[in-house]
Nanobody
Framework: VQLQASGGGLVQTGDSLRLSCTAS????????VGWFRRAPGKEREFVAS????????SYVDSVKGRFTVSRDNAKNTVYLQMNSLKPEDTAVYYC?????????????????WGQGTLVTVSS
């Protein structure tokens, strides 16, 4: 599975962005998909995960109520809707597909990774 993340950009505090993660070469409709981010000078951090049917999701506490992960398996795409963005959300965001179908925040469970898209939130 080859993943392509897109949708990043430069926004101001309080703005919204929607990231997309599209799979090519084969579908990832049976896989859980996660979003991670790496801020400058920091470790990679789990952001959100969605199960294969889209019915279950999980989030890191810092984004709960602001970010929403969803998927459209017919389009082989997973989305991360980010609202009320803050400067501390500035990071390169990566999507990844797990070998399992259920949600997980464990980075070791994710096998396939996209190249990342940069989100910059100015104050």
């Amino acid at each position: 599975v080859q993943l392509q993340a897109s949708g990043g950009g430069l926004v101001q505090t309080g703005d919204s962005l929607r990231l997309s993660c599209t799979a090519s070469r084969r579908t990832f409709s049976n896989n859980a998909v996660g979003w991670f981010r790496r801020a400058p000078g920091k470790e990679r951090e789990f952001v959100a995960s969605i199960g294969w049917r889209g019915g279950t999701t999980s989030y890191v506490d810092s984004v709960k109520g602001r970010f929403t992960v969803s998927r459209d398996n017919a389009k082989n795409t997973v989305y991360l809707q980010m609202n009320s963005l803050k400067p501390e959300d500035t990071a390169v965001y990566y999507c990844a597909a797990a070998l399992r179908s259920t949600i997980t925040s464990d980075v070791r469970e994710y096998r396939y990774w996209g190249q990342g898209t940069l989100v910059t939130v100015s104050s």
